[in-house]
């Protein structure tokens, strides 16, 4: 199986944080981009954020510059996405997402990816 399998996500009080994790069992993760989206409901798939593969770049979305950090653990063969200062906005179901090829730089563009993780939902929330 090629499919991304994420962890993390739960219910967080605002103000504060968790992390999503990104992993792969039969590939490595650290040649492909990755991308974070996440989806409100009645809203359209945003992404959040992207990291390119062989320590390239990360980028953000306007909304979470500051608050999200994305990052690779290549021993663990995992992508995560630190979401800290979490807001009320912030609620929604969190995706990953790969390209097929390698060594693409990433895009915030959800058309640039082509494999997706399960989702987890993010809920907001005092």
């Known amino acids: 199986q090629l499919h991304l399998v994420q962890s993390g996500g739960g219910l967080v009080q605002p103000g504060g944080s968790l992390t999503l994790s990104c992993t792969a069992s039969?590939?490595?993760?650290?040649?492909?981009?990755i991308g974070w989206f996440r989806q409100a409901p009645g809203k359209e798939r945003e992404g959040v954020s992207c990291?390119?593969?062989?320590?390239?770049?990360?980028h953000y979305v306007d909304s979470v510059k500051g608050r999200f950090i994305v990052s690779r653990d290549n021993a663990k063969n995992t992508v995560n996405l630190r979401i800290n200062n979490l807001k009320p906005d912030d609620t929604a179901e969190y995706f990953c997402?790969?390209?097929?090829?390698?060594?693409?730089?990433?895009?915030?563009?959800?058309?640039?990816?082509?494999?997706w993780g399960q989702g987890t939902q993010v809920t907001v929330s005092s």
């Open positions: 997402a790969r390209p097929i090829y390698r060594n693409r730089p990433c895009t915030l563009g959800s058309n640039g990816y082509d494999y």
């Open positions: 039969e590939l490595q993760l650290k040649y492909y981009s």
């Open positions: 990291i390119s593969p062989n320590n390239g770049g990360m």
